[in-house]
């Protein structure tokens, strides 16, 4: 079990402005949580207890979000809100939070830097704030990462899905050492290649554990054209040097909604608001209705 993750935030949310520009993309709603919400809940309900948010100007709403809010609470508890009041549990969590800022943009590399004094001389998970793993988050594949990490002896176990061979100019790209399914080793890495550069169709997918070791790599990288420290190039450097990096395929139901963009946002939410208990039925009525009336007019 490892116990310690760090979740990057610190990312300005360009692809989806105007909704991020003046909250964090990782405090969208999708369906009725933030984003950043089912991702905590994935990391406590996979044994994590300690949670540090690398995050930068503008991001305060997170901290917010899980800390107490005492006014909230009394003005609930007065008008006898019990069901509201139900929807602030997550405030009780089991996990300590901490928050440090990347005082500059230079990548995801550098912001996992951040956590250097954090993380120690003990193995971490890193979950991107942006990306939800299953449906309500009720995904294991971070306890299975752990052990495989364990079994393996591994300085890198990375998640990893496949995309559409045309996309992987948007995601790092691993290269298997075999054929690429289930748990395998990765020789190497190539972040957001050309379709015709990429070495194969499965894609980093926001969830990876590491060693210690990975803050020397992270050390070695230079800034790429954009001036960003890429954090697929440190692992790259972990390969190069014979250590153990290994993928685990996301399972078919354990799916990555990717917050990141647009189109791959509408679609979680849509998949999240069906699958809601209480207003899903309803909600699918009303989108049956509108594609039917679509549909008509087309
Ligand atoms: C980052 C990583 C990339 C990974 C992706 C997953 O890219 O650099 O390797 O595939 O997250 O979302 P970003 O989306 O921050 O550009």
Redesign the pocket.
Known sequence: MIHSAVVPVA?YGTRLLPATKSQPKEMLPVARKPVVQYVVEELVSNGVEQILFITGRSKTSIENHFDDDPELFRTLTETDKQDLLKELDFEALKANFFYTRQRQQKG?GDAILCAENFAGEKPFVVA?GD?IIGLNARSRSLSRMAEVFEDRRASCVIAVEEVPPGETSH??IVQPADGGDGVFRVINLV?KPSPKEAPSNL????RYVFSPVIFDMIRRVKPDHRGEI???NAIQFLCEEGRRVVAVKLPRDEKRY?I?NFPSYFESFVEFALADPVYGPEFRRVLERLLGRAAATS
């Open positions: 990312g995801l991107l990306s995601y790092g972040e894609a980093i997918a926001g890429q954090l697929t990717d990141g």
